[in-house]
């Protein structure tokens, strides 16, 4: 049976891992599980702890781990900690030894794409056999890549063997909201589902429903959303983030959260592309001289 199943063991910690209830899964009892599973749900544990800003103790907790499954996860948190070059050697090298992983394949295809490897992670991630982690990794890659036919095609494909899956759920979403029109509507019903359920919400749920109601034109509610989202994290970048938009949207100063946002996270893909946007700008404009007449 797979574990990750509706009738499987990590169901409920697997989930609480991709809606970023990441102290839940941190506080999951796994002294019950199978043998078998105990890997697996160790696993998300430390990816949580990671995404909790608790990288350098998870590189201590697996240090000496021999797993490829712990191994992956050790280049992860060292990725996080600045290491690019080791962490995507190792990786490399897992690929090459443990390539049929699945822990592997989707921690590995990560920290590939996020080094910028997006070939070398889609390569990793398509050898994946049934694998809702690989498939809902795949489609931000393509988002990310501006390929949203290929993101639509794995959806769609996915959708047809995992029926009921939250992730196939989110990943469709994630869809959605690239695609537009009415799909925006629809991404809004899945998140603001989990975002307004005490047993599923979390910050990064708030936020995919504060995004979705932006693109509706619905301010005030997406502003309540991301504020909420700050009360419960106030360093939390994408929260920041989005509310800085919504600030320019509806014709306010954005310096403060500007600042915010850069104290937070100096590199944060919104300050970068801003960067390369004003420079693109200054270097345009520096061509042309100002012509005045008498």
Known sequence: ????????????????????????????????????????????????????????DVVADVQGESAPELVAIRALAEYTLGKTEAAVKTIEELASSAGDNQTVQVVGGTVLQAAGKSEEALALLSQHSGSLDAVALITQIHLQQNRTDLALKEVTAARRWAQDSILVNLAESWVGLRIGGEKYQQAFYVFEELAQAPSTSSIISLVS???????LGRVEEAQSALEQAIQKQPDYTEAIANLLVLTVIIGKDPSELTSSLKKAAPQHPFLVDLKEKSELFDKAAGKYSAKVSA
Not at 20 to 38: C, H, K, M, R, W
Not at 209 to 215: I, T
């Open 209 to 215: 429903q504060a995004v979705c109601e932006l693109h």
């Open 1 to 56: 049976m797979d574990p990750y199943s509706a009738e499987g063991e990590l169901i409920n910690i697997h989930n609480h891992f991709h809606q970023g209830q990441y102290q839940e899964v941190i506080d999951f009892d796994t002294s019950a599980l199978s043998p078998e599973n105990a890997l697996p749900a160790r696993v998300l544990v430390l990816r949580a702890r990671i995404a909790l800003g608790q990288a350098e």
